[in-house]
């Protein structure tokens, strides 16, 4: 008896554990995901209009 609810308390312990991190991580995960991608398209748009600005300067 006292093992089983030793066991479970453990296993209440991890999920408690393992929520937290969740909770703590996946902003972040979610935040640097999104600024990164929009980093990358800011790049990639700018050096669209840079291609475009050559383009336009030879013709």
Known sequence: MLQTTLV???LETLRL?????LVIWLPRRLISFITGRSCRLVLLFNTALTEIAIIFTKL
Do not use: D, G, R
């Open 8 to 10: 479970s308390c453990l």
């Open 17 to 21: 554990v393992s929520v937290a991190l």
